[in-house]
């Protein structure tokens, strides 16, 4: 050991005798690195250097410095780095964090629990270097700079609560609201909810003489919050029953059977009809003197409007008729055998079973509705075959007859139908029982245009001969829809049958230019649906007067 001191201490040039000095120097000496015995000079540990000879602080006065632990060693003895002293000052109790610290490390503070009636405020400091991780909490840190520091807890006075006062607020009515707590100056919406039922709102009342509603009479309304509690009520009353005032309706009509005059109460429904067309005439429309009268529909013989109120007159006007009036044939009422008689031989089906009927008298169209006779109603013509107004219209479905049967009768003022599955089979078979397989005759080729003999197309009505009433192509030609849903005939006899009451497709008789001589029997029966519709399908009227 000595050896290898005496080797270093050549090589330094310092004398063995110094070096043992130095070295019983260093191992009384204390571990504050700015000063180790009187024989070493001072540490400046801002600038790493010494003061006395201007060395790099790894090479101070003989001692080894390491510069990742910031420690000098010299001999035995290992000298610690420089600490600065951090100084807290708070009225907390129990605050925490002063002490010394090296530059550079993480300081951590706590103002402690704050006085009786008071409250954290926030931490300053006028020491340099100094910056809070966040000075508005009690607990924070700070990084050390190389100087000491003083660091103050700040507090402040804990405010004083505002009081609060409860609301409550009692309703019958459903969903009210308001209740709950409030200051005092604060302004409080309050709603009754909605009324039970048979009842009204009638206004709001309350026992608390500081309170004053901005408007009691009103279901939502407010107030201002006085220094106590306060009650309010909703008040509900029965809805009186209203005394309706009623106004006159008066009807001026040239047609038969005019309705709808009477007196009426504001906003009710009002229903008129222009009734029958005089001869020779056609409704046109409904005017009115009256501004708060809006007509459904002012074209149509049957409409309604909303009452005004005040006294209203309507009148219905009309107007010369054009031809397009279908001609009518007489049907005298009767009893007969429907269904499956002995003249139709065995080309019947199950669905036509015999049935005994008696129908009232009626008139039935002399020829099936023609193109020209729907073209004037509609002002379109959906047939396929055209080029004639005198040919049969087609390709109408079950419900766009109707719609033209309504047009027809707000036109003429009249009331035309399809006929019913009875009223059809007996016009076909002539007004009595049995008689022809076809309507007029057991030779179809007499009376019918079907499959055989039409060359695949309708034909003008009438140029065939007619049955022993003079009605036309009940037989072949074009199906024609009828009245009735379809379905098994009712057992034992009827009077003037109308069907079943319901069903899924209507019925359609005699048969069609592209049909079988099976199908244009007068007791055969087809069915489909309502809004079906092709080229062979089309239909004839019923009236009760001519």
């Known amino acids: 050991m000595d050896n290898l001191k005496k080797k270093v201490l050549n090589k330094l040039k310092i004398p063995y005798m110094l070096f043992c000095v130095s070295a019983l120097l ?12 009187d024989r070493f000079p001072a540490l400046n540990p801002s600038a790493q250097f010494c003061n006395q000879d201007n ?23 290992r000298l610690k780095e420089y600490e600065y002293a951090v100084t807290i000052s708070s009225a907390g109790k129990g605050y ?6 090296a530059a550079g490390v993480s300081v951590s503070i706590s103002a402690g629990t704050a006085p009786e009636g008071q409250m954290f405020k926030n931490w300053t400091t006028a020491s340099n270097g100094v910056s809070f991780a966040d000075a508005n909490k009690d607990m924070t840190a700070f990084t050390m700079p190389a100087n000491a520091v003083t660091v103050t807890a700040n507090f402040e006075m804990v405010p004083t609560p505002t009081p609060m006062y409860a609301v409550t607020v009692t309703s019958a009515g459903m969903g009210s609201s308001g209740g709950g707590s409030y200051a005092a100056g604060a302004t409080v919406s309050i709603s009754a909810g909605t009324a039970p039922a048979g009842q009204q709102f009638k206004n709001w009342t309350t026992t608390n003489d500081d309170v004053t509603l901005a408007d009691a009479n009103n279901a939502m309304t407010t107030f201002t919050m006085p220094a106590n509690a306060v009650t309010v009520t909703a008040v509900f009353e029965t809805v009186p029953t209203p005394v309706p005032t009623y106004y006159a309706v008066t009807v001026t009509s040239a047609g038969t059977g005019s309705s709808g005059g009477g007196n009426y109460a504001a906003g009710a429904t009002v229903s008129i009809s222009a009734g029958t067309a005089p001869a020779g005439q056609q409704f046109k429309n409904w005017t009115t003197m009256n501004d708060g009268v809006t007509f459904d529909n002012a074209n149509n013989v049957m409409t309604t409007f909303t009452m005004p109120s005040n006294a209203v007159t309507v009148t219905a006007n009309f107007e010369t008729s054009p031809v397009v009036t279908p001609e009518m044939v007489f049907v005298a009422g009767g009893t007969f055998t429907m269904g499956c008689t002995a003249e139709q031989g065995n080309d019947c089906y199950d669905d036509e079973k015999t049935i005994s009927v008696t129908l009232s008298s009626y008139y039935i169209g002399k020829y099936e509705v023609t193109q020209g006779l ?71 080729n007499n009376v019918a245009w079907y499959g055989d003999n039409s060359d695949s197309k309708t034909h003008v009505v009438g140029t065939k001969a007619p049955n022993g009433l003079g009605i036309y192509d009940m037989s072949g030609n074009v199906w024609e829809w009828v009245s009735d849903w379809y379905g098994s005939y009712s057992s034992g006899a009827q009077t003037n049958p109308t069907g079943p009451t319901s069903g899924s497709n209507r019925v359609y008789r005699g048969g069609s230019w592209y049909g079988s001589a099976r199908n244009c029997r007068v007791s055969y029966r087809d069915s489909y649906y309502p809004d079906f519709s092709n080229y062979g399908m089309g239909f004839r009227l019923v009236s009760l007067s001519p």
């Open 96 to 101: 925490s964090g002063g002490g010394s610290y």
């Open 55 to 77: 060395q790099p602080w790894d090479r101070c006065g003989g001692l080894a410095y390491n510069t990742s632990t910031h420690e000098c060693y010299g001999g035995r003895v």
């Open 374 to 444: 729907w073209k004037a109603v509609m002002g379109s013509n959906p047939s396929h075959f055209t080029g004639n107004d005198s040919l049969p219209v087609e390709r109408v479905s079950w419900n766009m007859v109707k719609v033209f049967i309504d047009s027809l009768n707000r036109k003429t003022g009249k009331t035309y139908r399809l006929p019913t599955e009875a009223e059809w089979e007996y016009a076909a078979r002539g007004g009595k029982s049995g008689g022809f397989k076809y309507s007029g005759s057991d030779n179809i």
């Open 26 to 37: 260093l191992c009384v000496c204390t571990d504050v690195p700015e000063h180790c015995g």
